[in-house]
């Protein structure tokens, strides 16, 4: 990683104030001769061609969040929802302002020793079928699939969003969904999206817009550290694959029966599973019912 990379890391993961450094570029002046007093023409004058207009000035970038005082901000507070489904979490593509009428596919890569692999047949079959996705991107499985995850981000087809640095539950006090203990504490919250922001931003040089949870559970009060740190939560209204269990024929009955707006969950890192197959025999269905595809 060479310098620039350390220092824009530096800066993006710095939770002890982060402060904005802003660069200002300053023209020299050209010195004028001893004894001058005045500029003489050019007694040979040439035509010369018009200087293009300067560049416009790049928007500037959003500033970071304090990420020490956001979680300072939430210590102290009780949570009193928990799940998939509560309040502020996103299921269609309406609540988030997009198209109401498309159906968001998203496939989570989960990683961990039984979750990073890459079911080339769904990306392979979507790409072919100029079908966009969502992709959520686990900190775990970027690190098992470098190369590929730089791939998946340069494909304009598909948006890369943030699956989280461990892949836990997100919880302040430690609650568990189907056995998986979930973060214990509101930094370890705000570490667990952060820390896979930064890396995502890295990775496709634009900042993660969606977080969703390892197992997709979390608490109200999560919900709100994600939000102050600039993610929102993406649910689901369509459970495409049972966490990468579901045979082809049920995958295609379940992402088949969606309708326009709603968020579809499935897996793109368990290639021996019935997704791909079941998912790409779903697309067709949902092109001849006249839905389009959109992405969070």
């Given at each position: 990683?060479?310098?620039?990379?350390?220092?824009?890391?530096?800066?993006?993961?710095?939770?002890?104030?982060?402060?904005?450094?802003?660069?200002?570029?300053?023209?020299?002046?050209?010195?004028v001769a001893p004894g001058s007093s005045r500029v003489t023409a050019d007694p040979h004058p040439r035509e010369v061609a018009p200087a293009d207009p300067?560049?416009?000035?790049?928007?500037?970038?959003?500033?970071?969040?304090?990420?020490?005082?956001?979680?300072a901000a939430h210590e102290g507070r009780a949570p009193s929802q928990w799940g998939t489904d509560i309040p502020g979490v996103i299921r269609t593509g309406g609540e988030a302002g997009l198209d109401?009428?498309?159906?968001?596919?998203?496939?989570?890569?989960?990683?961990?020793?039984?979750?990073?692999?890459?079911?080339?047949?769904?990306?392979?079959?979507?790409?072919?079928?100029a079908v966009p996705a969502t992709l959520f991107l686990n900190h775990g499985w970027i690190a098992a699939n470098y190369q590929l995850a730089a791939a998946l981000a340069a494909n304009p087809l598909f948006s890369i969003q943030n699956h989280?640095?461990?892949?836990?539950?997100?919880?302040?006090?430690?609650?568990?969904?189907?056995?998986?203990?979930?973060?214990?504490?509101?930094?370890?919250?705000?570490?667990?999206?952060w820390e896979n922001h930064v890396a995502l931003t890295e990775l496709t040089g634009v900042a993660p817009r969606w977080f969703r949870p390892g197992t997709a559970h979390l608490d109200d009060v999560a919900l709100s550290v994600s939000t102050a740190l600039g993610e929102?939560?993406?649910?689901?209204?369509?459970?495409?694959?049972?966490?990468?269990?579901?045979?082809?024929?049920?995958?295609t009955v379940?992402?088949?029966?969606?309708?326009?707006?709603?968020?579809?969950?499935?897996?793109?890192?368990?290639?021996?599973?019935?997704?791909?197959?079941?998912?790409?025999?779903?697309?067709q269905q949902l092109r001849d019912r006249g839905l389009s595809f959109g992405v969070l």
């Open positions: 990683m060479n310098q620039h990379r350390i220092a824009r890391r530096s800066a993006l993961l710095g939770v002890g104030g982060i402060l904005g450094l802003a660069l200002s570029g300053c023209a020299t002046a050209r010195p300067p560049a416009a000035a790049a928007p500037a970038a959003p500033p970071l969040p304090d990420v020490e005082a956001i979680i109401p009428a498309a159906v968001y596919l998203t496939l989570d890569a989960c990683g961990g020793s039984a979750g990073s692999g890459f079911d080339a047949p769904l990306i392979e079959g979507l790409t072919a079928a989280g640095t461990r892949h836990l539950p997100l919880s302040v006090n430690g609650s568990s969904a189907y056995g998986i203990p979930g973060t214990a504490s509101v930094r370890e919250v705000a570490l667990e999206v929102r939560i993406a649910g689901f209204a369509i459970n495409g694959d049972g966490g990468a269990t579901l045979p082809a024929h049920s995958v379940a992402v088949g029966a969606a309708a326009g707006g709603e968020i579809v969950i499935a897996h793109m890192n368990q290639p021996g599973s019935g997704t791909a197959a079941g998912i790409l025999a779903a697309v």
